[in-house]
Nanobody, 115 residues
Framework: QVQLVESGGGSVQPGGSLRLSCVAS????????LKWYRQAPGKERELVAA???????NYADSVKGRFTISRDNAKNTVYLQMNSLKPEDTAVYYC?????????WGQGTQVTVTS
């Protein structure tokens, strides 16, 4: 079965950095696009970044130039490097894959940006 396990969240001051990781299993990782979403309290879940099988990337306007998504197919892992963090980046971050006509999500990892 498909499993996505996120890690790397935490509490950081504004301007700081974090790197999130998502280890995937249950499908052929290299053949699927991967995405990072986030959900802040009281808000809808939003797409943050996506990476294709070929390594093409897309970002939400709010994170362009600050966040970088990458993947390591040998490790079945997708990363989200987050720099210059702002309080408005505070949210639970989720890894996502669309596989077999279903959306799969990890359990999420909390990112809190506060002084």
């Amino acid at each position: 079965q498909v499993q996505l396990v996120e890690s790397g969240g935490g509490s950081v001051q504004p301007g700081g950095s974090l790197r999130l990781s998502c280890v995937a299993s249950g499908f052929t990782f290299s053949r699927y696009a991967l995405k990072w979403y986030r959900q802040a309290p009281g808000k809808e879940r939003e797409l943050v970044a996506a990476i294709s099988t070929g390594g093409n990337t897309n970002y939400a306007d709010s994170v362009k130039g600050r966040f970088t998504i990458s993947r390591d197919n040998a490790k079945n892992t997708v990363y989200l490097q987050m720099n210059s963090l702002k309080p408005e980046d505070t949210a639970v971050y989720y890894c996502n894959v669309f596989y077999g006509w279903n959306n799969y999500w990890g359990q999420g990892t909390q990112v809190t940006v506060t002084s």
